[in-house]
């Protein structure tokens, strides 16, 4: 039988370094669990500033494996990773203690059960591939009607005024081009607009971030992990040199 866990510990990462959006994400995840649940959002110290590339995702992860490292010590049961592009998602679950889920992964999924087609609609048009691709790797592109972009930048979500209206707008023109019945915001960045546009549209909208923080919650909640059978299981005893000397894993 599995040990349950009455009170969780979970943390939410966000793999970019800006901590006004960092604030943004953990009252997002802190507003969908459940009482008794610890949940707090950190970023790393190192990193891109928005993660926008494959360039910037790639920099992205070290401060992210960082921060999983700094969670175990803290005694974190569960792990969110923040940033549509999943960064670093496999690295993630091999080095945790705890269950990981990224936003996109999440949000698709929860999407699946809501609709028999869902409309991705994220950031800048560059960032659609990536996503094309983890529909796929995560057997979501049956689901998925279109990917579409608003062309705002990550970091002028907070600063555009008409941020909300514009995202708002291409929601709406997904739903009638793909037919489909469910949105998913494909960036943390908008993860307190989904009950707004949800009620301008008449649809589901999906937030990754709460999506993917009630889902560890859940795994936590049932004592459940990643197997440390096969590709998943912990790193390999290894020295590393230069700048990432102190991600050495000891024997």
């Known amino acids: 039988m599995q040990t349950q866990v009455t009170t969780p510990k979970i943390r939410v990462i966000n793999p970019n370094t800006s901590a006004s959006m960092t604030d943004l994400i953990e009252r997002c995840a802190r507003g969908v669990v459940a009482a008794g649940t610890s949940v707090d959002a950190v970023n790393p110290s190192m990193g891109p500033a928005s993660i926008e590339s494959h360039y910037d995702e790639a920099l992205a992860v070290p401060g992210l494996l960082e921060e999983i490292r700094r969670g175990d010590a803290d005694g974190v049961q569960g792990y969110v ?8 998602l496999d690295a993630a679950r ?46 979501m592109a049956r689901f998925c009607g279109g990917y579409h972009a608003c062309d705002i930048p990550v970091l002028e979500l907070e600063s555009d005024p008409a941020a909300q209206q514009r995202i708002t707008d291409a929601c709406a023109a997904a739903l009638e081009s793909d037919g489909s019945e469910v949105i998913v915001l494909g960036c943390a960045g908008m993860a307190d607009l989904c009950e707004a546009i949800s009620k301008q549209l008449g649809v589901p909208v999906i937030d990754g971030v709460a999506a993917a923080t009630v889902l560890v919650e859940g795994l936590v909640r049932l004592g459940l992990r990643t197997s440390d059978r096969g590709e998943f299981a912990h790193p390999l005893p290894k020295s590393y040199s230069g700048a990432l000397k102190s991600f050495t894993i000891e024997p």
């Open 94 to 139: 091999e080095l945790a203690r705890g269950p990981v889920i990224g936003i996109a992964e999440a949000a698709m999924h929860t999407a699946s059960f809501l609709g028999r087609r869902f409309s991705v609609v994220t950031t800048l048009d560059r960032t659609i591939g990536r996503a094309e691709d983890l529909a796929a790797h995560y057997g």
């Open 81 to 88: 990773i923040a940033c549509f592009g999943d960064p670093g």
